[in-house]
């Protein structure tokens, strides 16, 4: 009760105050106009425009890199947008999944994890500090996280890049949003599905609208059984409903629910060694990738989470709109499993026969609390030869975890492996309450003039106050500025070509006292183009980018430094055709080049980091039948993955690997809808990064999913 108290004090706080000062804002621009103006005239706008249905669209409309609705053409920073199509496509069930063929992103970087959406953005980390849910922040420390199914969500949106000027502290490399499914509508959907791994999920969706102002929508999805390697099973649930209304005053509210259970164990294909993964041993070869060195009595994954958001949004008769979201997060997540850490003795390769393992016992108990809020007022003045798009905004953001960890050591062999059993845990090492606050101002300027050049100003300050109590405590208090600058001139044809410029600023939560005193700060420069004519059957894209990170924390535990410096380079190219024969296509490509600039060590520079593949290509192609075999559709994708390196000297390699996935699906008259999908048809056995030579990790192997949906 202590957690929800002090969520409810700060986003009070931060919500009272936001909301005053933008709406007196407000007031105060339609009181300065020429004629007077009459607030009590409001007109809603349609929100579901950024926030529904992609459909065919090949430009469609997003608040996702602008905070206000405009066209994917209209960002000045490279974005991809998938709707439900490219989210069910091959069945995904985690966020990782459904991202396997966007360009400039690289998923499940610790390979088949699946309580956890392991993401780099252009070589940087992404999944604790670039993950965002409608737009506001959903950040993640240490073990300290929020899991999404991607089930509840509409949309997820990529905004690759540089992006603090927008949203804050944030990684380098860019953001995902989550895009929440809303009421809206009739919506009747019901789907059953299994896996031969003799797993099972159930889903609904289902909505309607009330009236002309008020619509609900209740989402919900159950999956249980075995998992893909050994004794793993277990149960999750989500529970996502929607309530949308409109006041007598014109404003519309919009309140989501985001409910996640898990009951489970964990995989055993990660935290292994590289040399029984990427290269054979002499002893055993390789290592199974279904094996599981963990105990099946011990070993425990169990998360509630819930998170409550209301959307306000309110156009007033000036053409200005005000529009706000606030929420609410509690998240309890408790894990005990044991992970190999090299071969007995903490060993890089076997010292015997058994392939005898060191394993670490690792246990924690993790409780978040979260609160936020994001308020907008935007709208166009034209000032005759400039039209403004104008944009004034607060941030505010509360996190809180309290966590305890611990553990302890065992064994166990790779070639007979049997329950370790329950471990004798040592005293916690980390027993502490953490706590982070960041309050940004913000403000956007989007100028259009001439036949259709497109300016684009971001300036944004945030303050930062970050503290720790316990053995590690410390306090720090941040103040960064950032901005964007972008020219841009789109043609008639709908080619678009930009240049940005951009900063970026992460406050990292870590103690001076270990010498870190600064947020890692850094720059980007962006040059690409969009092409999307409207109403047009394609789209093509390309980016070419350098991004320098600043303030990187290098050393070894307890002494850091801020010595560090990365720089990435990179190209990236996406594009779908649609023949309107149906047959349809979509491609992606990212070439990286990482480099370490400085460090601590002289001899890591000019190394690359590990975990970062140097290429990335997708293909995909599908084919819907038109005429005798009309409801069939048939899928097949390649997605290849370039080499990466395993050790900070680079001195070792994990090789690419080649991927193929198909998927048919097949519409019946009655509604109902059935849909094979294969992924890794070939079983290929590969490792997807390894982060030092004792952490390797294997892709998921082949997995069939059949599921058939009802939709009335």
């Not at 059953?192 to 889903?203: R, T």
């Not at 259709?452 to 971001?458: A, D, E, P, S």
């Not at 930009?498 to 270990?514: E, G, M, Q």
């Amino acid at each position: 009760m202590a957690y929800i108290s002090k969520i409810e004090t700060h986003a009070a706080s931060f919500c009272t105050v936001g909301a005053a000062a933008l709406l007196l804002s407000s007031t105060a621009l339609a009181q300065n106009a020429q004629d007077p103006v009459d607030l009590g005239t409001l007109v809603l706008s349609n929100q579901e425009d950024t926030t529904g249905p992609v459909g065919d669209d090949k430009n469609p409309p997003t608040v996702t890199g602008s905070k206000v609705p405009v066209t994917v053409r209209d960002v000045p920073q490279s974005i991809s947008v998938l709707g439900r199509e490219k989210i069910e496509r091959f069945g995904a069930n985690r966020v990782s999944e459904a991202l396997r063929y966007t360009a400039g992103v690289t998923t499940e970087v610790f390979g088949d994890d699946g309580d956890y959406d392991w993401l780099r953005i252009r070589g940087f980390q992404a999944d604790q500090t670039g993950i965002y849910l409608d737009n506001a922040q959903n950040l993640a420390f240490a073990f300290g996280s929020f899991f999404i199914d991607p089930y509840t969500l509409e949309r997820i949106e990529v905004l690759r890049g540089a992006s603090s000027a927008l949203y804050g502290g944030s990684n380098p490399g860019g953001i995902v949003n989550y895009v929440s499914k809303r009421p809206g509508g009739s919506i009747g959907e019901l789907t059953v599905g299994v896996n031969d791994a003799v797993g099972g999920f159930i889903e609904f969706d289902y909505g309607q609208d009330i009236d002309e102002d008020r619509a609900y929508r209740l989402t919900g999805r159950i999956e249980g059984g075995d998992k893909y390697d050994a004794f793993n099973d277990g149960v999750r649930g989500t529970f996502a409903p929607s309530f949308k209304f409109a006041t007598d005053g014109g404003t519309e509210v919009t309140l989501l629910a985001n409910i996640h259970v898990a009951d489970e164990q964990h995989n055993g294909s990660t935290f292994l060694p590289y040399s029984g993964t990427v290269v054979p041993t002499t002893q055993f070869g390789f290592i199974d990738p279904d094996a599981n060195f963990s105990d099946p009595t011990w070993d425990t994954y169990e998360r509630s989470q819930i998170s409550l958001s209301a959307i306000v949004e309110h156009e007033f008769a000036n053409g200005f709109t005000f529009t706000g979201i606030g929420r609410l997060g509690y998240a309890d997540v408790l894990e005990r499993y044991y992970f190999p850490f090299g071969y007995a003795g903490f060993s890089p390769t076997p010292t015997d026969a058994a392939g005898t393992l060191s394993l670490i016992a690792f246990e924690h108990d993790t409780q978040v609390a979260t609160a936020q809020t994001d308020l907008r007022y935007y709208g166009k003045v034209d000032t005759g030869a400039v039209e403004h798009s104008l944009l004034f905004g607060l941030d505010a953001r509360y996190y809180e975890i309290d966590e305890v960890q611990s553990s302890g050591f065992a064994t166990n062999s790779v070639v007979a492996p049997t329950p370790p059993g329950i471990p004798v845990l040592n005293p916690p090492f980390q027993d502490a309450t953490t706590e982070q606050s960041q309050i940004g101002l913000y403000f956007q300027d989007q100028l259009r003039w001439g036949s259709g050049w497109i300016g684009t100003v971001n300036l944004r300050h945030d303050f930062v106050d970050s503290r720790q109590d316990g053995a590690g405590a410390f306090s720090r208090d941040d103040s960064e500025t950032s901005w964007r600058l972008a020219l841009a001139y789109e043609f008639a044809s709908g080619f678009t070509p930009y240049a940005t410029y951009s900063s970026y600023f992460n406050p990292l939560i870590t103690s001076p006292a270990n010498g870190v005193t600064e947020p890692e700060t850094g720059d980007q420069i962006e040059i690409g183009f969009k092409w999307a004519p409207d109403g047009g059957n394609f789209s093509l894209t390309g980016a070419l980018f350098e991004i320098d990170q600043d303030n990187v924390v290098v050393g070894f535990f307890p002494v850091f430094s801020q010595l560090g410096r990365v720089r990435s380079r990179g190209i990236e190219l996406e594009g779908e055709y649609d023949f309107g024969n149906g047959f349809a296509v979509q491609g992606a490509a990212t070439f990286l080049d990482v480099e370490v600039r400085e460090d601590s060590i002289a001899a890591l520079v000019g190394t690359t980091p590990t975990l970062i593949p140097e290429s990335e290509i997708s293909l995909f192609g599908q084919y819907a039948f038109q005429d005798v075999m009309r409801g069939l559709t048939l899928g097949a994708g390649v997605r290849f993955r370039g080499e990466s390196f395993a050790d900070a000297a680079n001195t070792l390699k994990v090789p690419d690997s080649t991927i193929f996935d198909v998927f048919a699906s097949y519409e019946f008259q009655n509604g109902v809808e059935a849909v094979l999908s294969v992924t890794n048809v070939a079983d290929e056995r590969y490792v997807t990064a390894c982060q030092t030579v004792f952490v390797c990790s294997y892709g998921s192997g082949r997995e069939f999913t059949l599921a058939v949906t009802s939709r009335f």
